[in-house]
């Protein structure tokens, strides 16, 4: 027999477009989604972890640990995921032996023995929709103990809320642009797209050639000296207006034992969701 795949949620549509507003499908977001894979893989000891999305057809990797593929990449195709079991609860789907479970007996990859055992957690956003499974497979048989899946669960709640965290900013980011671009227009209504572009380039303290600038200068939104272009008075009153004023952020390199320190402090503090 072959692999029968787990029917749709009831609410797929809306699942799916919770899924494109987060407008990462497809995105490099390796560096800051694997530390979830790593931190479960040393929780629970299973051989290989995945954090993943589902649209329509497809599922696709976050990040992930022993398995193929890169952040981005296309896992699987829908139909031929065990995870695709995983959207139907915002419970784990738990199966310690896939040969036994009629969902997953008759996979390539339980047939095959690389998946043995099998853990899928929904990734479930602000609204209640599940986004994708952050699975664990092991080519052994293996079974969670209770403490495990509270953290598991704790872990993937704290990836979900990153994940709306981000799908958040973009929005924001979006919507201060938009806003920016209008107040332009309105402060400077001869202006073109060209200029606003070069603005916000000047406003960013980035070096913009001061042939391209001809137009901001008539304007006197800025002004031409010795060391370069700097904006005119006028110019710092409308990139004020426009919200675009720049900050300095603080970075910060760690390494070593700190690094090892802070993952550690991370693992200490899930209890305490």
């Known amino acids: 027999m072959n692999f029968i795949p787990a029917p749709l949620p009831a609410n797929e549509s809306r699942r799916q477009e919770a899924v494109e507003r987060l407008q990462i499908k497809g995105t490099n977001q390796h560096d800051v989604m694997v530390v979830y894979s790593e931190m479960a893989q040393e929780l629970t000891g299973f051989a290989a972890v995945a954090a993943t999305l589902f ?50 007996k008759n996979h390539p990859a339980v047939t095959s023995g690389m998946c043995k055992s099998y ?31 509270i953290l598991v669960q704790k872990l993937v709640a704290r990836l979900a809320h990153q994940l709306d965290t981000q799908s958040e900013q973009r929005e924001i980011t979006s919507n201060k642009i938009q806003d920016a671009i209008n107040e332009f227009s ?61 900050q300095i952020l603080q970075k910060v390199k760690v390494e070593g034992n700190a690094a090892e320190n802070m993952v550690n402090d991370m693992l200490s503090k899930l209890g305490d969701v």
Request: glycine share 6%.
């Open 55 to 104: 649209d329509a057809d497809t599922q696709y990797s976050l990040a992930s640990c022993n398995f193929p593929g890169k952040s981005g990449d296309k896992l699987a195709d829908r139909a031929q995921s065990i995870c695709s079991y995983t959207l139907l609860s915002n419970k784990p789907t738990l199966i310690p032996d896939t040969t036994l479970d009629e969902r997953t």
């Open 119 to 149: 853990a899928g957690f929904p990734i479930i956003n602000k609204d209640n929709y599940i986004l994708g499974s952050f699975c664990l497979v092991n080519n052994e048989k293996k079974e969670l103990s209770d403490q495990q899946i």
């Open 186 to 246: 309105k402060s400077v209504p001869n202006a073109s797209l060209e200029d606003f572009k070069y603005f916000i380039s000047i406003c960013s303290n980035k070096k913009v050639a001061a042939s391209l600038l001809g137009n901001l200068i008539s304007l006197e939104l800025c002004s031409q000296e010795n060391e370069g272009v700097v904006l005119t008075k006028k110019g710092r009153e409308t990139q004020q207006r426009m919200g675009m004023q720049t």
